[in-house]
């Protein structure tokens, strides 16, 4: 079983600057590409940013150049900077990961961690 915790949600004005971690952990052969999704309220769950094993990187077209997805392979873990931010922002944040187990890929996703962004 794989487990993904998510840290670093919280309160944050307008402008201001967040960073998520999540880290991955369990029995898994290889960990494959992690993400963090989002969710606000009344809407579908949406992607944010991804980061491939190898380090290639995918946003969201809103993301782009505010936030950054960068991860540590060696602690398996994911961050997400996110600088300027906006209250279209506010959302919970889902950390996602795929990994593999004896050549069948699976994925796991954290419990959330919620980001609010106003004045």
């Known amino acids: 079983q794989v487990e993904v915790v998510e840290s670093g949600g919280g309160w944050v004005q307008p402008g201001g600057s967040l960073r998520l971690s999540c880290a991955a952990s369990?029995?898994?052969?290889?960990?494959?590409?992690m993400g963090w999704y989002r969710q606000a309220p009344g809407k579908e769950r949406e992607l944010v940013a991804t980061?491939?094993?190898?380090?290639?990187?995918k946003y969201t077209d809103s993301a782009k150049g505010r936030f950054t997805i960068s991860r540590d392979n060696a602690k398996n873990q994911v961050n997400l900077q996110m600088n300027s931010l906006k209250p279209e922002d506010t959302a919970v944040y889902y950390c996602?990961?795929?990994?593999?187990?004896?050549?069948?890929?699976?994925?796991?996703w954290g419990q959330g961690t919620q980001v609010t962004v106003s004045s």
């Open positions: 980061i491939s094993s190898a380090g290639s990187t």
């Open positions: 369990g029995s898994f052969s290889t960990l494959g590409g």
């Open positions: 996602n990961a795929q990994y593999l187990i004896r050549f069948r890929v699976y994925e796991a």
